[in-house]
């Protein structure tokens, strides 16, 4: 039963920072790509940042020099840094296993393997 469990995420202001974890179960996170996307009300989930089986990494173009994707294999941990977060990064956000190939091209919502049950950010002044 594979399990992805997505926490770190909560209302800031506008400038703050949050730190997105993501907890893997029944799966090895070493032997996929991970990735974050997001879907705000009333939009389609986007990809946002995803990390290589061999930590080569991807970020859409609206939050690049913003947020980091990280992993820690030996946890089985994916994280997403968010700095400099901005109103329009108001989403859920889901931790989801895919192939290393998007970060070459760029993820995409039907190579998902699995999904996790996403964190609400918020970010409102």
């Known amino acids: 039963d594979v399990q992805l469990q997505a926490s770190g995420g909560g209302l800031v202001q506008p400038g703050e920072s949050l730190r997105l974890s993501c907890a893997a179960s029944?799966?090895?996170?070493?032997?996929?790509?991970m990735c974050w996307f997001r879907q705000a009300p009333g939009k389609e989930r986007e990809g946002v940042s995803c990390?290589?089986?061999?930590?080569?990494?991807w970020n859409t173009d609206s939050v690049k020099g913003r947020f980091t994707v990280s992993k820690m294999n030996a946890k089985n941990m994916v994280y997403l840094q968010m700095n400099s977060l901005k109103p329009e990064d108001t989403a859920v956000y889901y931790c989801?296993?895919?192939?290393?190939?998007?970060?070459?091209?760029?993820?995409?919502?039907?190579?998902?393997?699995?999904w996790g049950q996403g964190t609400q950010v918020t970010v409102s002044s």
């Open positions: 989801a296993t895919t192939f290393d190939i998007v970060v070459v091209t760029s993820p995409e919502v039907d190579l998902v393997n699995d």
């Open positions: 990390i290589s089986s061999s930590g080569r990494t």
């Open positions: 029944g799966v090895s996170i070493a032997d996929y790509a």
